[in-house]
């Protein structure tokens, strides 16, 4: 090749480098998903990736994380370091190439155990394009060595600045407020529950996160390490906490199967409740796929098995489906798959047909062993067993009630219902407000035109408590299904939810700002995340915020939503202005109920969102379970209501 032609093949590789970057800020959802929330802390999963990417390959065992005063955030790690030699076919640093080449990630490292996948794994240059500063140091071979991209655009090659006895790699990125125009301001709580699940999920490594933005009473930084020894054990340890086992310990396996890593953890509880949370890559698979298949096909198969060969059955007059063995069942199962396909409307769910086979095999193998070595919990788990399929044979009569009323009613809907004149539902929203005379007031106040109005009864039933054909017969649980058009039962699953005949796109929970109408909406939120996950999952569940306060002088009068907006508006309206404090929805009038949380073009929704579904799962068995204590320090912990009342 001659120079010219290596010169022009070069500069035509940086063109392409450089459109691969702005590509990335053109259109970053492409790359993260979103530009709000969600994608903001992405960008700190995608760097962490990379390490924990190091950790599986054998090269780190300590990551640690910090949010900066600047929300800009740092990821250190000891791994072996980017390598910052020139690469051959670059002319430029593999550093270089591996912070500003879409796609580059630690490809041309043919050794490094790299299995990322889904929305992660699109590559630390995503987070270099999406930044407005970044800042790579690498310590390697004695030398430390750094580089500065601003919007992905190199600043200077990489240069030696020092010398080091350590070995690893330091990201700090800030965040563009180009494209975050939403926010820029990371969340701990999202971000240490992420890195304890990794932490769970990739045992040995420690993790420690720390928010150098404010200090705690003793003037230190608030910060945790996260590390686990016994991996999806204490995962489900940690999930179960207010839960009460009904067997000895959390049964597990961690193995090999065709080539497939497979780790499965699971116990059983008291509780009702199915909890399945399945991994591929570290990524949580939302929408399941063949490995989830995989475990229920071994569960079924193995606990059946076992349950006909006991005898225990031989009285029951009716059939065991395959729910009956996964009620109180809490399962985490995380495979790690060399080139997954992700399939699904979120892309979460994994398709590859190979992986199903291996983790049937494993858990078979698993839950055989686990048996035979304990009659006792064998006996136990048969037997709750044997009582979710007689109360699943209850439940089906008041299933199949909600049904029957949904599918043959037509003009069926709940008299309670004020519904709305709009027949896309696409265009329609429900309001489910707390009490009557709210609901009236709302009435009254709604666009009828596209909303409608759907009043609850008091407290609605605490579904975390309650059996499954309890829920069932709820009455105000019944008229929420009726009212949505949301039946139960698809062609192939009879349990599934069918959202095909939803009839409005927003639901919107409507509760008082206080601790009464908080606990209604979590009552609320419970029955959804349990029993209509989907909607959630599709961003149709919101949150109205009604205002807090009205302040008038005047004829001059403006809402606030919170004790510092109050006081800035009192300031602007000066002397002898008046504050009204609204108690309840009930204290609005029509007019003021519509202008300030139904208008869309004035209100607030709060869309409802799953950052980490194992998170959630545990957050509503503590806070609707059975266990006080917990439940206590919690709500004292989050408490954002409980100070508005005094
Ligand atoms: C490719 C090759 C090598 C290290 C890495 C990638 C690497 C990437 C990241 C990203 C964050 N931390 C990292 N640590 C290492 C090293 C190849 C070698 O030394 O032989």
Same mark, same amino acid.
């Given at each position: 090749?001659?120079?010219?032609?290596?010169?022009?093949?070069?500069?035509?590789?940086?063109?392409?480098?450089?459109?691969?970057?702005?590509?990335?800020?053109?259109?970053?959802?492409?790359?993260?998903?979103?530009?709000?929330?969600?994608?903001?802390?992405?960008?700190?999963?995608?760097?962490?990736?990379?390490?924990?990417?190091?950790?599986?390959?054998?090269?780190?065992?300590?990551?640690?994380?910090?949010?900066?005063?600047?929300?800009?955030?740092?990821?250190?790690?000891?791994?072996?370091?980017?390598?910052?030699?020139?690469?051959?076919?670059?002319?430029?640093?593999?550093?270089?190439?591996?912070?500003?080449?879409?796609?580059?990630?630690?490809?041309?490292?043919?050794?490094?155990?790299?299995?990322?996948?889904?929305?992660?794994?699109?590559?630390?240059?995503?987070?270099?394009?999406?930044?407005?500063?970044?800042?790579?140091?690498?310590?390697?071979?004695?030398?430390?060595?750094?580089?500065?991209?601003?919007?992905?655009?190199?600043?200077?090659?990489?240069?030696?600045?020092?010398?080091?006895?350590?070995?690893?790699?330091?990201?700090?990125?800030?965040?563009?407020?180009?494209?975050?125009?939403?926010?820029?301001?990371?969340?701990?709580?999202?971000?240490?529950?992420?890195?304890?699940?990794?932490?769970?999920?990739?045992?040995?490594?420690?993790?420690?996160?720390?928010?150098? +933005?404010?200090? *705690? #009473?003793?003037? !230190?930084?608030?910060?945790?390490?996260?590390? $686990?020894? @016994? =991996?999806? /054990?204490?995962? &489900? +340890?940690?999930? *179960? #906490?207010?839960? !009460?086992?009904?067997?000895?310990?959390?049964? $597990?396996? @961690? =193995?090999? /199967?065709?080539? &497939?890593?497979?780790?499965?953890?699971?116990?059983?509880?008291?509780?009702?409740?199915?909890?399945?949370?399945?991994?591929?890559?570290?990524?949580?698979?939302?929408?399941?796929?063949?490995?989830?298949?995989?475990?229920?096909?071994?569960?079924?198969?193995?606990?059946?098995?076992?349950?006909?060969?006991?005898?225990?059955?031989?009285?029951?007059?009716?059939?065991?489906?395959?729910?009956?063995?996964?009620?109180?069942?809490?399962?985490?199962?995380?495979?790690?798959?060399?080139?997954?396909?992700?399939?699904?409307?979120?892309?979460?769910?994994?398709?590859?047909?190979?992986?199903?086979?291996?983790?049937?095999?494993?858990?078979?193998?698993?839950?055989?062993?686990?048996?035979?070595?304990?009659?006792?919990?064998?006996?136990?788990?048969?037997?709750?067993?044997?009582?979710?399929?007689?109360?699943?044979?209850?439940?089906?009569?008041?299933?199949?009630?909600?049904?029957?009323?949904?599918?043959?009613?037509?003009?069926?809907?709940?008299?309670?219902?004020?519904?709305?004149?709009?027949?896309?539902?696409?265009?329609?929203?429900?309001?489910?407000?707390?009490?009557?005379?709210?609901?009236?007031?709302?009435?009254?106040?709604?666009?009828?035109?596209?909303?409608?109005?759907?009043?609850?009864?008091?407290?609605?039933?605490?579904?975390?408590?309650?059996?499954?054909?309890?829920?069932?017969?709820?009455?105000?649980?019944?008229?929420?299904?009726?009212?949505?058009?949301?039946?139960?039962?698809?062609?192939?699953?009879?349990?599934?939810?069918?959202?095909?005949?939803?009839?409005?796109?927003?639901?919107?929970?409507?509760?008082?700002?206080?601790?009464?109408?908080?606990?209604?909406?979590?009552?609320?939120?419970?029955?959804?995340?349990?029993?209509?996950?989907?909607?959630?999952?599709?961003?149709?569940?919101?949150?109205?915020?009604?205002?807090?306060?009205?302040?008038?002088?005047?004829?001059?009068?403006?809402?606030?939503?919170?004790?510092?907006?109050?006081?800035?508006?009192?300031?602007?309206?000066?002397?002898?202005?008046?504050?009204?404090?609204?108690?309840?929805?009930?204290?609005?009038?029509?007019?003021?109920?519509?202008?300030?949380?139904?208008?869309?073009?004035?209100?607030?929704?709060?869309?409802?969102?799953?950052?980490?579904?194992?998170?959630?799962?545990?957050?509503?068995?503590?806070?609707?379970?059975?266990?006080?204590?917990?439940?206590?320090?919690?709500?004292?912990?989050?408490?954002?209501?409980?100070?508005?009342?005094?």
């Amino acid at each position: 090749m001659s120079e010219e032609q290596k010169k022009g093949s070069y500069s035509a590789d940086s063109i392409q480098a450089l459109e691969g970057m702005e590509h990335v800020r053109m259109r970053p959802s492409m790359y993260i998903g979103d530009v709000g929330v969600r994608g903001l802390h992405h960008l700190v999963y995608e760097v962490i990736d990379n390490s924990i990417d190091e950790a599986m390959g054998g090269h780190c065992d300590t990551i640690d994380v910090w949010i900066n005063e600047d929300n800009s955030v740092s990821v250190k790690d000891n791994g072996r370091g980017i390598p910052v030699d020139i690469h051959k076919k670059e002319g430029v640093s593999a550093l270089e190439v591996v912070m500003t080449k879409i796609g580059a990630g630690g490809k041309f490292d043919k050794d490094s155990y790299k299995v990322s996948g889904g929305l992660h794994g699109v590559g630390v240059s995503v987070v270099n394009a999406l930044s407005a500063a970044l800042k790579a140091t690498v310590h390697r071979d004695g030398k430390i060595w750094e580089q500065e991209y601003e919007r992905g655009k190199t600043m200077y090659p990489a240069k030696p600045i020092g010398e080091t006895d350590y070995r690893g790699t330091i990201i700090t990125f800030k965040p563009d407020h180009e494209i975050f125009q939403q926010t820029t301001e990371y969340n701990y709580e999202t971000l240490a529950s992420r890195l304890r699940e990794l932490s769970f999920l990739n045992k040995g490594i420690t993790i420690t996160l720390t928010d150098k +933005r404010e200090t *705690d #009473e003793k003037g !230190e930084f608030v910060t945790e390490e996260f590390t $686990s020894t @016994e =991996g999806l /054990k204490e995962f &489900i +340890r940690f999930l *179960d #906490e207010t839960r !009460e086992p009904i067997i000895g310990d959390v049964i $597990s396996m @961690e =193995g090999e /199967k065709n080539d &497939i890593p497979v780790e499965v953890a699971m116990i059983y509880n008291t509780s009702y409740s199915e909890n399945l949370h399945s991994y591929v890559n570290n990524i949580n698979t939302h929408e399941g796929g063949t490995h989830l298949s995989g475990f229920r096909r071994g569960l079924t198969h193995t606990l059946k098995k076992y349950a006909d060969a006991s005898g225990m059955l031989d009285k029951l007059k009716f059939d065991i489906a395959g729910d009956d063995f996964r009620e109180g069942l809490t399962a985490i199962i995380s495979v790690k798959v060399a080139e997954p396909q992700f399939e699904g409307q979120t892309k979460t769910k994994l398709g590859n047909r190979e992986v199903s086979a291996a983790v049937s095999q494993a858990v078979s193998e698993m839950l055989e062993n686990y048996l035979e070595e304990n009659p006792n919990d064998a006996r136990t788990i048969v037997q709750k067993v044997i009582l979710a399929a007689t109360a699943r044979h209850a439940a089906r009569k008041a299933r199949e009630m909600v049904q029957r009323k949904t599918v043959m009613s037509g003009g069926g809907l709940p008299g309670k219902l004020s519904d709305c004149s709009e027949q896309d539902p696409e265009k329609c929203e429900v309001f489910l407000v707390e009490g009557d005379s709210a609901g009236g007031t709302a009435k009254q106040g709604r666009d009828r035109m596209f909303q409608a109005i759907l009043p609850l009864r008091g407290k609605i039933l605490n579904v975390e408590k309650a059996m499954q054909h309890k829920v069932f017969e709820n009455e105000e649980i019944r008229n929420i299904y009726t009212a949505l058009g949301v039946t139960i039962g698809t062609e192939e699953d009879s349990k599934a939810l069918n959202l095909e005949k939803l009839r409005y796109h927003k639901v919107v929970i409507m509760c008082d700002a206080d601790v009464d109408g908080s606990h209604i909406e979590t009552l609320i939120l419970t029955f959804f995340f349990r029993y209509m996950k989907e909607l959630i999952e599709r961003g149709h569940i919101y949150i109205a915020t009604p205002p807090l306060y009205l302040v008038k002088k005047g004829a001059k009068k403006e809402y606030a939503w919170d004790d510092n907006q109050r006081d800035i508006i009192m300031a602007k309206f000066g002397e002898g202005s008046k504050i009204q404090r609204y108690k309840g929805l009930g204290e609005m009038n029509a007019i003021q109920l519509w202008d300030t949380t139904m208008k869309p073009s004035a209100r607030t929704l709060r869309q409802v969102v799953i950052d980490s579904a194992a998170e959630a799962d545990r957050v509503f068995s503590m806070l609707m379970g059975d266990e006080v204590p917990p439940r206590r320090e919690f709500i004292e912990k989050n408490a954002v209501y409980a100070n508005i009342d005094t």
